[in-house]
Structures are given as C-alpha cells and as structure tokens.
C-alpha cells in the first residue's frame, strides 16, 4: 500500500513516512554468509532499478544534486552518481547480467561528473581508473601524482600498537571459510610478495625487483616458521 501524507511524504509499505520517500518491507530473507551464488530474486529487496536494454555500457543509476542548479540540461550539475553498468562480458545476450558496480562524483575543476571507483563484474575494485591492469588484483589504485597513486593507513588510538598490512596465505579452497580451515603451510610455500612493477611501453607487468616471504618449515598452532 501506498500514503502520501499531509506534508508531501510518500510511503510505501508504511502509512507514517518520515522523508520524502521511505519504502518499507518486512523480510526474512538472509544474503549468504559464505562466497556463494546467491538465490535472491526481485522481490526480495526494497526498490528495484532497471534500464530494459542490452547495450554495453548502458547503465541504470541514481544521480544527486546538492544545488540549486538544475541537472536537466547541465551534465555539471550532476554532483555525485551511482551507477550500474552493463558489462561488455554480457554482449547483447539478455539471459547475461554481467554488471559493474561505479561510484562517480564532481569537483568544478573536473566540470563534470568522473568515475572515482568501479567493483568490476568479477569482483575487482578499480580506484581511479576504468581499466583493469589485466594483472587481475582484486585492489588496484591508479592515480596521476604520488598521492592519487598511494594508500595510508591511519589508526586514531591512544596504544602502543599501530596499523596492520597482512598477506596472508591458506591453504583452504573457499574464501568464506574459517580461519584456519586449510591445512598447514609446508616448507618452500610463499607466504607473500611484495612486487616492484614498471612500464616498458608494452604493459606493466614486467617486476623490476620482488619481496617474497617463504616458508621454512612445516607450520604449527601459532608457530609460523619463515
């Protein structure tokens, strides 16, 4: 059911809206705790957005203004979007859903809206660039100075310790499993890399100098021989 009340309000499932629109639902309906293939269909979720096309690129999307300039003729008007796009891995076959997640927002030197952050379709999640490296990390940070390139990592605590950077290895075959679910970690098994990567006007694959962390030995109840 539907209400739109004395000040404009309108409510969807509910008769006392407190926003302009408030949509709500009662469900049961769990998302699976574990990397898995979920079974959710429309009705499960609140609102749904769809643009009835199979083209590449074509996107369904919520757009903000925080102005008083309109957005209806003026692209810069637009001050932040999210946007699903349609994958290119989906070509014009419609049984095909293969969907990027994208985050874009405004600044006035930029005069319009750019693209700041992408979770790929398979799950990477590209900052400051569209384009996968073709490395295939499931992080990857682009930028055109220093800082635009790099990652800080700040803890606000009144304590001895600091920040964390763990690479970490498991020997478990699903992600979503429990922590120390894998068999233990043998000798010669690299526990991480640190890699040191440049351009040679080809690609950006090619490592100039590596970092790596080896296991030692056989790894025992917190013991971890390196």
Not at 88 to 111: E, F, P, Q
Not at 138 to 154: P, V
Not at 184 to 194: E, F, K, N, R
Request: hydrophobic share 40%; aromatic share 4%; glycine share 8%.
């Amino acid at each position: 059911a539907m209400r739109i009340d004395e000040d404009g309000n309108v409510g969807i499932g509910t008769t006392t809206p407190q926003s302009e629109l408030q949509i709500s639902k009662t469900s049961n309906t769990t998302w699976p705790a574990t990397v898995i293939d979920s079974d959710e269909l429309f009705a499960d979720f609140c609102l749904t957005i769809e643009n009835k096309t199979v083209t590449s690129n074509a996107f369904a999307g919520i757009a903000f203004n925080i102005s008083t300039q309109e957005a209806v003729t003026d692209p810069n008007a637009i001050g932040a979007a999210i946007l699903a796009v349609r994958s290119t891995n989906a070509g014009s076959d419609v049984a095909k859903k293969d969907t990027h997640l994208v985050l874009a927002t405004n600044r006035d030197d930029d005069n319009d809206l750019l693209e700041r952050m992408r979770i790929t379709d398979n799950g990477q999640v590209l900052i400051g660039s569209a384009v996968n490296d073709g490395m295939g990390r499931r992080l990857q940070i682009s930028g055109s100075t220093n800082d635009h390139a790099s990652a800080e990592f700040m803890m606000f605590l009144d304590a001895t310790d600091g920040p964390n950077l763990d690479l970490t290895h498991s020997k478990a075959a699903d992600p979503g499993a429990a922590h120390g679910a894998g068999t233990a970690l043998d000798a010669g098994d690299l526990l991480g890399s640190i890699n040191f990567r440049g351009d040679d006007a080809v690609d950006t694959s090619s490592v100039g100098a590596i970092i790596n962390a080896i296991a030692t030995g056989t790894a025992s109840e917190n013991v971890m021989p390196a």
